[in-house]
C-alpha cells in the first residue's frame, strides 16, 4: 500500500478510535491508580511528501539534559498554562525545537492519547509539512534532527520488544531502530499505534 493511502487510512481510523495507549500496555499485571494525577502534553508527528516519499522528523535529545538525555522524541512538550490546546502546544514546541513554522504546518489530524510513565498524558498531532525546510535543532534541548521513511514506521516487521528494569521490576517496550538511531518508549509506542492504524 501505498504510503499515502496508508497516511489516509490512519487519519480515518483516529476519528473513530476512542481508546488510548501506555507505556503499560506491554505491562498487564500493572495496575494504575484511577487517581493519579497526569500532566497534559503535545507533540507533533511532522510528516512530508519528499521524493523519495514520505519521512517523519525525530528529534534526538541533548545528552546534557536532566531528563531523558539523548533518547529520541517527537518534537513537543509541557502543555503551558497560556496554550488553549494541545495543538497549539504541539505546533509551539516543534517551532522552538526544529524551527517549523506553524504556518508551514497543516494539522490533519490526533493518535489516541498516550501515557508516560513520568506522568504525562501526550497527545500526538499529525502534521503535514507543506513545503521543505532545513530543520533548526534548539540549542541545549536538541541534539540532531532526523527524518526517517514513513514506510519504515508503518512496517510492522521493524518493531520488537525488549525490557528493562523499572524501579525494580521489569519493563517491557517497543523498539524501532532505523540506522544508528534506537527508537525505543512512548516514541516507539505512539509509532506503532500508527503501524497498528495502518496495516489494520
Not at 134 to 162: C, K, W
Amino acid at each position: 500500500m501505498k504510503a499515502e493511502d496508508q497516511l489516509s487510512r490512519i487519519l480515518s481510523a483516529c476519528a473513530l478510535f476512542s481508546g488510548q495507549t501506555s507505556d503499560y500496555d506491554l505491562s498487564p499485571d500493572v495496575v494504575l491508580s484511577p487517581n493519579r494525577e497526569l500532566k497534559s502534553a503535545g507533540v507533533l508527528v511532522p510528516i512530508l511528501n519528499t521524493k523519495a516519499g514520505h519521512v517523519v522528523f525525530l528529534t534526538r535529545r541533548s545528552l546534557t539534559l536532566k531528563q531523558h538525555p539523548g533518547q529520541i522524541a517527537f518534537p513537543g512538550g509541557k502543555k503551558d498554562a497560556g496554550d488553549p490546546d494541545v495543538i497549539v502546544t504541539a505546533l509551539r514546541e516543534a517551532n522552538e525545537e526544529i524551527g517549523i513554522a506553524r504556518s508551514n504546518v497543516e494539522v490533519v489530524g490526533q493518535l489516541p492519547k498516550h501515557e508516560t510513565v513520568t506522568g504525562f498524558v501526550i497527545t500526538p498531532v499529525i502534521g503535514r509539512i507543506m513545503e521543505e525546510f532545513t530543520p533548526v535543532a534548539e540549542a541545549g534541548e536538541v541534539e540532531e534532527v532526523f527524518s526517517v521513511p514513513l514506510s519504515h514506521v508503518l512496517n510492522p516487521l521493524n518493531y520488537s520488544i525488549r525490557s528493562r528494569l523499572w524501579r525494580g521490576r521489569p519493563r517491557p517496550y517497543y523498539t524501532v531502530p532505523y540506522g544508528p538511531y534506537y527508537i525505543w518508549g512512548a516514541t516507539a509506542r505512539i509509532l506503532h499505534m500508527m503501524s497498528e492504524i495502518a496495516n489494520r
